[in-house]
């Protein structure tokens, strides 16, 4: 256990009851029983480029809660990596532009910060896990320095006593010898390590929200289950919530509370995970999970692909962005674009002008 401060989780989580579900008029989708941390409205953003607008998140909505995973999944493109960025006020301006929404984490709008305001939330009380932390390490610095500049820019701490908790932090994620480790450079370590050393940067002030932008893509399978069970025993221990941000629909079913599907930047479906997994009613969520291969299904059976490719961003279909690959595509599908809308549960939403007839037939199967 890092000392000086795991105690932090301990009396401050949880604290709110049944007032702050995710009922309202905020995410939905999620389980709302601890304190609400995070309520995103209708988040759009856009890039200006040489060849045109590119509408890269169409109308996010979604609820985060003390304690929650929420899992955000879609192709690549979907604007999954975007949303959060945009949220964390990492997305250069120009191109990027916020054309709409908020983002209330605690009260306080996200997006109408000032970066000296969001340099002091950022790594405080709201982290981010990069995708590839090859790249998001510094490869001329040590790890422990890296870990330990995050405690003395918002904790104050001296280089001691910064290094001293890196070493604790990297015992805490599971890398062996951490005394010794925290002496050496990103590239001496393995994959799975630097995403170990990733996690203990982001977690070193015991931060609300942990943001996992794909945590385990290029890991092998062993190596995905080690690094995802330090998240969430991390998780437990600080009593934080996670943002997790990934195309494994493996992943989602054993780690998340509640999922947020996406496509051509826009949310399709949204719920829980029996909600989603079990009374699908979006045809891009089927489609996704019909391209899972199943361990109850014989050995012949097919995986079916979803057939075409994601729309350009820049041009994105009228009517439902999906209908050009969907199989139950009619006529108003091609004109009518279908809002986000309760389909059966009291937290399941999904963009469809059929979603009842599909949640229907996917709790029958």
């Known amino acids: 256990m890092v000392a000086s401060g795991m105690d932090k989780g301990m009396t401050g989580g949880g604290t709110t009851g049944s007032g702050t579900t995710g009922s309202g008029t905020g995410g939905g989708g999620t389980t709302g ?8 409205q209708d988040l759009q953003v856009s890039f200006a480029t040489a060849a045109g607008k590119v509408s890269a998140v169409n109308g996010v909505s979604f ?5 929650d995973v929420l899992a955000i999944v879609g192709e690549s493109g979907s604007g999954k990596s975007v949303s959060m960025l945009a949220l964390m006020g990492l997305l250069p301006k120009p191109p990027a532009v916020i054309d709409g929404g908020q983002a209330l984490w605690k009260g306080r709008d996200l997006l109408s910060l ?11 009380e709201i982290s981010m896990i990069f995708q590839d932390p090859l790249s998001a ?3 001329v610095h040590r790890v422990g320095r890296q870990i330990g500049e995050v ?3 918002h904790e104050g701490l001296s280089k001691r006593q910064a ?3 890196a070493v604790e932090l990297l015992d805490l994620v599971g890398i062996p010898q951490p005394s010794r480790r925290v002496n050496a450079y990103p590239h001496e370590f393995s994959g799975g390590m630097r995403q170990r050393v990733m996690i203990a940067m982001a977690i070193a002030c015991q931060p609300d929200l942990v943001i996992a932008d794909e945590p385990t893509t290029a890991l092998d399978v062993t190596v995905q289950a080690q690094v995802l069970e330090v998240l969430m025993s991390i998780k437990d221990e600080i009593d934080s919530a996670i943002v997790l941000i990934t195309h494994d629909l493996g992943v989602v079913a054993g780690l998340a509370d509640s999922v947020l599907v996406m496509y051509a930047g826009s949310p399709v479906e949204r719920g829980t995970v029996d909600e989603v997994y079990y009374r699908t009613a979006h045809p891009y969520t089927e489609g996704l999970l019909a391209s899972l291969p199943r361990m109850d299904a014989d050995g012949r059976a097919e995986l079916t692909p979803i057939p075409g490719s994601p729309p350009s961003l820049m041009h994105i279909p009228s009517g439902c962005p999906f209908h050009p690959r969907c199989r139950y595509a009619q006529d108003v599908c091609k004109d009518d674009f279908p809002e986000l809308r309760w389909v059966t549960a009291a937290r399941h939403r999904a963009a469809c002008h059929f979603a009842e007839d599909l949640s229907l037939v996917g709790a029958e199967q």
Do not use: A
């Open 33 to 40: 029983s601890g304190e609400l941390l995070l309520s995103v």
């Open 137 to 139: 390490l510094n490869p």
């Open 163 to 165: 290094l001293r908790r």
């Open 63 to 67: 609820d985060v809660h003390r304690g």
């Open 151 to 153: 405690m003395r820019i």
């Open 114 to 124: 000032r970066e000296r305001e969001m340099q002091r939330l950022r790594g405080k």
